[in-house]
């Protein structure tokens, strides 16, 4: 660590910590995590994190964020994609009879990536200007002060003369609680009616080479939706699927932890589902797994004077419907780099630090409308997840959508160079892409934008549909008006 350079304390090693260490130390910023979970790579974590799961869906903003950060080599990228993830085509849809219709996801030949783990090696604890400390809570901090206090071995100490606070902590922040001490935040938070569990599906017999086999297709999504409640399963490298139940906390209290009542309820609705699981397996994973809440927070602003922001989930808990909590907080740490680099800020002491102030001043004015956005298409996912995807209606606007797609091109992604200078420099020449496909494949265009622009060819595409419908009515007028004229002949 220099002490020519400017320091940040990050609170949280989770998904967006690491990330946001990794761009603040490229930047030639000392970088101090705490983390208040333990260090993962000790034996005994070890073996608890391998009985969790650890899949998430990676998608263009988060791979994106990942090459703007990204060391010349582009080697954590690299990494990444050829080591630690599967790639992903669309949705299979199950219906209760057993058929499957596969919905891809983009006809472009975009494939969505699922993550399976991460490398410790590639964390930022490999690197000279950063530093961490595992079962530190922070408890406090006095930003006009600059003096954080953390918890560590039932310890209270202190880390003093920093230059910034980086809240990376998750749903239930610390940083957050802590900034609407000292500022006006306006804040709100959410929890819908549905409780979510994990299942899992075991990986198939051996294949002649002796590796392990998927016992479903590994390229897709797979959902079983049944309107008020759904199952879907995602693979895992071993070749298992980790699948999870979304259902009213009611349709939970109706089972009332009785497992027979559980596996009850999946021969009715899942069979083929249950059949892999093994009903024993899926009846323990019932009795011992959690049954966990889903929480949507709002806030904003994000930051406060030149001494703190908030990223990830502390800024935005999203429902997990459209995949993009990850993505959206990764995204978050491209764009306030972008933005520091803009006003000029350098990790460097002897440089001024007035542009610190008006890049976070501009990230939480600019962010807001975006984070915004996608929160609310995370909800309304949900409902196209568990029941919108077996109307035909919503499929013959999925196949006209994937028709003016091929008929109208969008111009191809701006590079991570120009993405570096501006964060969504592209919105206007989006071609035709669905509103899936822009929140999905397109991280130079805003979730904000890309909501306003499909809302506007939404309206569009009903004014057609309206003008054909009434262009129909007058032409069918005008046939009949001609035969009864024909017939009075
Ligand atoms: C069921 C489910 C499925 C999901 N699937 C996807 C998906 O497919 N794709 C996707 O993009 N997103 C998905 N998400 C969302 C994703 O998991 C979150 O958006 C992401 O984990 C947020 O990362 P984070 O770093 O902001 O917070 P976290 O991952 O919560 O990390 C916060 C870290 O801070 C630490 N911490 C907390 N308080 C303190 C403190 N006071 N001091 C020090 N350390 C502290 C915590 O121990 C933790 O390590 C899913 C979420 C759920 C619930
Ligand atoms: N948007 C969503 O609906 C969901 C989002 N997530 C995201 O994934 C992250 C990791 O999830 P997970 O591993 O399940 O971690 P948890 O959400 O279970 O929480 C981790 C720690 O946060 C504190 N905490 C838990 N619940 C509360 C609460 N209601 N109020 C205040 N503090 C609380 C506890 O720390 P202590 O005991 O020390 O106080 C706990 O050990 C979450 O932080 C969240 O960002 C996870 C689930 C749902
Ligand atoms: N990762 C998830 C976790 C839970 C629920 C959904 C997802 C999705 O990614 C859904 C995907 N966006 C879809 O619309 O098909």
């Given at each position: 660590m220099s002490s020519d350079n400017r320091t940040v304390v990050i609170s949280g090693a989770g998904l967006v910590g690491c990330v946001a260490a990794i761009g603040l130390a490229g930047k030639g910023w000392n970088v101090q995590i705490y983390e208040s979970r333990p260090d993962p790579r000790s034996p005994s974590q070890l073996q608890k994190l391998s009985r969790r799961s650890i899949n998430l869906a990676i998608s263009s903003r988060a791979l994106m964020a990942i090459k703007s950060i990204d060391s010349d080599d582009g080697l954590l990228y690299h990494r990444l994609i050829t080591d630690a993830t599967i790639p992903m085509k669309g949705r299979m849809i199950h219906s209760l009879d057993g058929s499957l219709d596969s919905q891809i996801y983009s006809n472009n030949g975009e494939a969505r990536l699922w993550l399976c783990s991460l490398e410790m090696s590639h964390s930022p604890i490999s690197l000279p200007n950063v530093s961490i400390s595992f079962d530190a809570k922070i408890r406090s901090v006095q930003f006009d002060e600059r003096v954080l206090h953390y918890e560590q071995n039932g310890a209270t100490a202190a880390h003093k003369d920093w230059d910034l606070v980086l809240g990376a902590?998750?749903?239930?922040s610390v940083i957050r609680n802590q900034l609407m001490r000292v500022m006006r935040m306006d804040y709100a938070q959410e929890y819908i009616p549905h409780a979510y569990l994990e299942l899992s599906i075991p990986a198939g017999p051996v294949d002649g080479l002796g590796r392990p086999t998927f016992l479903l297709d590994a390229h897709h999504l797979h959902i079983w939706p049944r309107q008020s409640f759904m199952l879907i399963a995602l693979p895992n490298q071993d070749c298992s699927f980790t699948c999870t139940f979304f259902a009213p906390f009611e349709k939970f209290a109706q089972l009332a932890d009785s497992k027979d009542r559980f596996v009850e309820l999946f021969r009715r609705e899942f069979p083929d589902a249950l059949a892999l699981m093994g009903e024993e397996c899926a009846a323990d994973d019932f009795t011992h797994n959690p049954q966990g809440s889903l929480v949507t927070i709002r806030c904003s602003p994000y930051h406060y004077s030149d001494r703190a922001v908030i990223l990830g989930d502390a800024a935005h808990s999203m429902v997990p419907f459209y995949g993009q909590g990850m993505n959206a907080g990764f995204e978050d740490v491209r764009v306030l780099l972008a933005m520091m680099d803009s006003a000029g800020v350098r990790s460097d002491k002897s440089t001024p630090v007035q542009p610190l102030g008006v890049a976070l001043e501009r990230y939480s004015r600019e962010r807001s409308r975006d984070l915004r956005s996608i929160v609310d298409l995370a909800m309304g996912n949900y409902v196209e997840m568990r029941s919108k995807v077996t109307n035909p209606l919503y499929k013959l606007r999925k196949g006209l959508d994937a028709l003016l797609n091929t008929l109208i091109r969008p111009a191809a992604v701006a590079s991570p160079e120009i993405l570096r200078r501006e964060p969504f420099p592209t919105a206007a020449s989006s071609g035709w892409m669905s509103l899936y496909q822009l929140v999905t494949f397109r991280p130079d265009i805003s979730y904000a934008d890309a909501e306003e622009v499909s809302r506007r060819r939404d309206e569009r595409v009903s004014l057609v549909g309206k003008g054909s419908i009434a262009g129909l009515v007058v032409a069918a007028g005008v046939l009949v008006a001609k035969v009864c004229r024909e017939m009075r002949k």
């Open positions: 902590d998750g749903a239930h």
